[in-house]
């Protein structure tokens, strides 16, 4: 969810707002709330996962838009944990090899620290 501290990209603002929605229903200002997103951020992500097909509206009994996720989004969902899985942090933390091409092959010079 919300990192303190750390800016999030747009890939990691969209996934919390799934995971919000993700076992029930959210307002607008649950979302904002939770995953402390301002109200022009909101304006921005809302629009964007519904025309993806990401996430529904729908009107509650009391009027209030709810914010549902869709099969599609849960399945967005899944594609991100198998790529974080794929790539862990730890993987990404290890030093870059630097690639050279000698001869029509790729060689592994060395690792960068």
Do not use: W
Not at 60 to 81: H, M, P, Q, V
Not at 85 to 110: A, F, I, R
């Amino acid at each position: 969810m919300a990192m303190i501290g750390k800016r999030r990209g747009r890939l990691e603002i969209i996934e919390d707002i799934l995971r919000m929605a993700l076992h029930s229903p959210c307002l607008k200002y649950q979302l904002m709330d939770r995953i402390v997103l301002s109200y022009a951020q909101i304006q921005i992500y809302l629009p964007l996962v519904i025309n993806k097909g990401l996430l529904e509206v729908e009107s509650n009994s009391r009027g209030n838009l709810e914010y549902k996720i869709t099969k599609k989004g849960r399945d967005f969902l899944e594609a991100i944990a198998r790529v974080k899985q794929l790539l862990s942090e730890n993987d990404l933390k290890q030093p870059l090899q630097t690639l050279k091409c000698e001869g029509g092959k790729v060689v592994v010079m060395s690792r960068r620290p």
